[in-house]
């Protein structure tokens, strides 16, 4: 019998108040724009540092500066520049969401599929947000029923962290983000 393989899967949680516009740094023009957009203060903070730590994370998984990547979010639907975020001619898979005062990036590679959501519980039910968070991590995976659904640990009192991968093995690993993305800020 041979050794099963564990895929790499990990998810980088980073508080909202790390959004700095230091930032807008490591993004590109059209980023930058989809940042300026936001018509309130808390989600120009949660897209930037969204965009920011994805690029943080894809810098440091495929060693290259955070700022020269290519990052795609044109739809398949519609064509418009807000879907799923890519990353061109890599093997690198991620899936970025943020709520409240939380911001998460997942991340795996070679040919493995990730969709993360963190919703705040607010007024609603924790059973309603968390058939929520798996439906909403299970669509950003690609839906399927090869899908695993971790419920993780909750990145911040009264939220609610789930992956879906389809890396039936994978063990993910919750990783705090903000040390990745000060590291992209200086270059190391």
Request: glycine letters at 10%.
């Amino acid at each position: 019998m041979r050794a099963q393989r564990v895929a790499h899967v990990t998810v980088f949680t980073i508080g909202l108040a790390a959004a700095d516009t230091g930032l807008l740094a490591l993004l590109d023009d059209r980023e930058r724009q989809r940042v300026t957009r936001c018509a309130r203060e808390a989600d120009r903070g949660r897209t930037l540092l969204g965009a920011a730590l994805l690029r943080a994370v894809a810098g440091a998984w495929l060693g290259v500066p955070a700022p020269t990547l290519t990052v795609d979010r044109t739809c398949s639907t519609c064509g418009g520049w807000h879907g799923r975020p890519t990353l061109p001619g890599t093997d690198l898979d991620v899936s970025v969401s943020h709520s409240g005062k939380v911001v998460t990036v997942a991340a795996v590679r070679a040919g493995g599929r990730v969709g993360v959501d963190v919703e705040r519980v607010h007024d609603r039910s924790m059973a309603d947000v968390t058939a929520w968070t798996i439906a909403e991590a299970r669509f950003k995976a690609g839906g399927g029923p090869n899908l695993t659904v971790h419920e993780l640990p909750p990145p911040a009192p009264g939220h609610v962290l789930t992956l879906a991968t389809n890396r039936r093995s994978a063990i993910p690993q919750v990783l705090d983000g903000t040390a990745l993305l000060a590291q992209s800020l200086t270059g190391r």
